[in-house]
């Protein structure tokens, strides 16, 4: 069984449309647990396997591995998937991007640490649930 993770780091996380990855049920569920979009695992969804996004042909044009990098972004994948990431989960891919595109990776990863961090445990928060799996504590995505 996956332990808790000690504490929340998203280094190598931030998948190239934005999804910060280690919010994501698919990393956090401790029984067969996926390991993000860069790690080939059995335990990845097809959908996730067969990513129009992570496979992209633009995508291996740009320098910075990102969507924001692209002459058409943003696209209507990456649109679609702000979309419902937005109106059911509280984040926005899109915003995700411009953030690392003008402020870079690592000031990215340093505010998801505190963005998804959980008041009560300290544990990493699952965008996909409305309270942390690790204490049960409710999360407020208004303040996010
Ligand atoms: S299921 Fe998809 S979005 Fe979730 S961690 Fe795996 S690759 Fe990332
Ligand atoms: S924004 Fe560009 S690189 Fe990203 S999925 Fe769309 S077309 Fe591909
Ligand atoms: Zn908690």
Redesign the pocket.
Known sequence: MKEPKASISYKDLI?PCG?N?GV????LRKRKP????YEHSAN??KH?IHCAIAGCEELKKTDSGFCYDCIDFPCFRIKRLDKRYRSKYHMSMIENLNYIKHQGLDSFIKNEELRWKCQSCGKGICVHHDECLECGAPFDFKYH
């Not at 996926?34 to 979009?37: A, D, L, R, Y």
């Open positions: 998948a999804m990855c994501c049920i698919g990393y996926c390991c993000g979009c990845k969804p996730c």
